[in-house]
């Protein structure tokens, strides 16, 4: 199979992973005898610095003639301090997802075995936890009219759904849960908002059409309390864009590390892989950074863009087995094992 | 000391729970010789049955005439599940919050050490951890404009701040963290949101009122994190009013179990004090909701509105020495221990 692949590390740890994950597809297609073709594009504070836009023509338009986008992370300390400046790197990933409609942003969360003891959460309450996201990636407050008013005293974003945006986000989902423990929770706030009225309704709709699979309503602020009370009762979830981003961070701990969990974001054509984490920058460089997301994120690709599964399990198994050696980086240590690796970022990355 | 308290019960277990909530002052009232004269009003789904609107004038008209209101919840799953019905309760909540002025919502997060096995993070994470949450009240996504537009195909719900309405919550919060650790983590979105970045440049500013205090920016999903992942690390949380919905929701896993925690709303009139659990029509009429929570605000209610501390601390004192003497509902239950008292919220109330 030959096919192309684009390279986005952007800022922080992002190039430290990105660097594992593009050896591990390197890897793969040695042994199974695939021609992956590799190039590099800017995003973020780095496009910024480069070219004065976070999300540079040139790097679109080689994302849309790729097969796959292997994507690290966004984000500057230098932005975080000054919400006044007007260009952003976040800008970059957010206009990135929308010209290349990725709307449905896959988050699966499991935990591996051997990191049981790596959680906050007790062993008893995560062992089995098998939950896939899909958070909505295109819409809601995110991508709705933002600006201030009453002479810059008042700031103001749009929470918006349209019916078709929940629609295709909901088939995904319940077409996923057939595949699987055949249970979708919808996660909104229908007490409240009007976007979350809609959202319901249409999934009430749309479920209708899944007879097989059982549905679920949950208010998010259940929903955020109940993921670390009983992360065992949910199968797949599927939330709008901010509850999304909120809800898959936190069920980070599930999996008992951000440093473990890959993302899939898909529309229409081209899928983008990434880690959940962001770009970290105060252990950017230091080599500890924990590669196995953008790692996982790369078996992601192989599995999902190029329908590569044996090629997929076999970069899951290189990551159970190193776990299983007892190799850690510093975020899944247990601190009360002695037997442990530590390792650094690169040398995990070999796995 | 001789004051007017209105308790207004609302819907599911909230009725059982303020019952007991009452029981509690008529004692405090008894021991230390005070005065409390008791009234009712209608809210919610109960309000909506007999009258057509969800906070009739008349309940509206006592709370103003209150010295403190003990509340319980409100909501009914017939709403939930028809997300197009135009009255609901949670109005009658929401212009409760709006029409008293009861913009900051403070929520302690506090797990009393006998609580230590009943939640499902482990007992190292959360031993001395002692949160306090300051959730912005009346403001936010819950209030800004609503609506549908395009053929009723799109819904959309505004996020709105304006600078004087976080000016006056986080100067509540920096205050309360000089009392307390002198920290202060104000949690936004800033990096993608307008009304975030509002939100951020004003807390900025407040914060060089109060060289003493540390301040700390985090975004919502990173703190969604960092709440499981090392609830020690937080002092005073201060964040918009739909982040400290989720978040306060979730961090009731640090508290052992959402029967166990109280609130308490103030602005610049009278104070309304209710436990964050919902209406919880699963356990409605069973007796085994976890009254705790109702008594624990009255207790709020009874230091905050009231300044009277010691008659606060004798009602956590009772709560601490019940829990000590083991006695449980079913919530807050430890499946692995036998010696446990497994109470109905009744006898529970007796504390
Ligand atoms: C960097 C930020 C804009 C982004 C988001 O909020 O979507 C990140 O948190 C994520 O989850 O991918
Ligand atoms: C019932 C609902 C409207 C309410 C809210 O979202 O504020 C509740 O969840 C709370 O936290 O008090």
């Given at each position: 199979?030959?096919?192309?692949?684009?390279?986005?590390?952007?800022?922080?740890?992002?190039?430290?992973?990105?660097?594992?994950?593009?050896?591990?597809?390197?890897?793969?297609?040695?042994?199974?005898?695939?021609?992956?073709?590799?190039?590099?594009?800017?995003?973020?504070?780095?496009?910024?610095?480069?070219?004065?836009?976070?999300?540079?023509?040139?790097?679109?338009?080689?994302?849309?003639?790729?097969?796959?986008?292997?994507?690290?992370?966004?984000?500057?300390?230098?932005?975080?301090?000054?919400?006044?400046?007007?260009?952003?790197?976040?800008?970059?990933?957010?206009?990135?997802?929308?010209?290349?409609?990725?709307?449905a942003?896959?988050?699966?969360?499991?935990?591996?075995?051997?990191?049981?003891?790596?959680?906050?959460?007790?062993?008893?309450?995560?062992?089995?936890?098998?939950?896939?996201?899909f958070?909505?990636?295109?819409?809601?407050?995110?991508?709705?009219?933002?600006?201030?008013?009453?002479?810059?005293?008042?700031?103001?974003?749009?929470?918006?759904?349209?019916?078709?945006?929940?629609?295709?986000i909901?088939h995904k989902a319940?077409k996923?849960?057939?595949?699987?423990?055949?249970?979708?929770?919808?996660?909104?706030?229908?007490?409240?908002?009007?976007?979350?009225?809609?959202?319901?309704?249409?999934?009430?709709?749309?479920?209708?059409?899944?007879?097989?699979?059982?549905?679920?309503?949950?208010?998010?602020?259940?929903?955020?309390?109940?993921?670390?009370?009983?992360?065992?009762?949910?199968?797949?979830?599927?939330?709008?864009?901010?509850?999304?981003?909120?809800?898959?961070?936190?069920?980070?701990?599930?999996?008992?590390?951000?440093?473990?969990?890959?993302?899939?974001?898909?529309?229409?054509?081209?899928?983008?892989?990434?880690?959940?984490?962001?770009?970290?920058?105060?252990?950017?460089?230091?080599?500890?950074?924990?590669?196995?997301?953008?790692?996982?994120?790369?078996?992601?690709?192989?599995?999902?863009?190029?329908?590569?599964?044996?090629?997929?399990?076999?970069?899951?198994?290189?990551?159970?087995?190193?776990?299983?050696?007892?190799?850690?980086?510093?975020?899944?240590?247990?601190?009360?094992?002695?037997?442990?690796?530590?390792?650094?970022?690169?040398?995990?990355?070999?796995?």
């Amino acid at each position: 199979m030959k096919k192309k692949i684009t390279i986005l590390p952007g800022d922080g740890i992002g190039k430290e992973v990105t660097a594992c994950g593009k050896k591990v597809l390197e890897q793969i297609a040695e042994c199974f005898g695939h021609e992956f073709v590799f190039d590099y594009g800017q995003i973020g504070h780095e496009a910024i610095e480069a070219t004065g836009t976070p999300l540079p023509d040139e790097t679109l338009a080689k994302l849309k003639k790729s097969d796959a986008i292997l994507f690290g992370a966004v984000g500057h300390p230098k932005y975080d301090n000054d919400p006044t400046l007007p260009v952003r790197p976040e800008q970059g990933l957010l206009k990135m997802r929308k010209e290349l409609g990725l709307y449905a942003n896959l988050r699966p969360i499991k935990l591996f075995d051997e990191l049981l003891a790596a959680s906050s959460i007790k062993p008893e309450i995560l062992k089995g936890a098998d939950i896939l996201f899909f958070r909505e990636l295109t819409g809601d407050v995110y991508f709705g009219e933002r600006g201030r008013k009453n002479d810059n005293k008042t700031a103001y974003d749009t929470m918006i759904y349209s019916t078709y945006e929940v629609e295709r986000i909901a088939h995904k989902a319940f077409k996923a849960a057939q595949t699987r423990r055949k249970k979708v929770t919808s996660v909104d706030k229908a007490n409240v908002l009007e976007s979350s009225r809609l959202w319901r309704a249409v999934v009430q709709e749309v479920a209708k059409q899944y007879p097989d699979v059982t549905v679920e309503h949950m208010f998010v602020d259940a929903a955020a309390m109940k993921l670390i009370q009983n992360p065992k009762s949910f199968d797949v979830v599927v939330t709008g864009n901010l509850f999304g981003d909120i809800l898959t961070d936190e069920a980070s701990q599930i999996a008992g590390s951000m440093g473990m969990l890959a993302s899939a974001s898909v529309g229409d054509t081209v899928g983008l892989y990434e880690p959940i984490h962001g770009s970290a920058h105060d252990i950017t460089g230091k080599g500890i950074a924990n590669p196995l997301a953008s790692i996982l994120s790369a078996a992601l690709l192989l599995d999902i863009s190029f329908g590569l599964q044996e090629e997929a399990d076999t970069v899951i198994k290189a990551v159970e087995r190193t776990l299983k050696e007892g190799y850690r980086t510093r975020d899944i240590a247990d601190p009360s094992t002695a037997h442990e690796k530590i390792l650094g970022t690169e040398v995990m990355g070999n796995v």
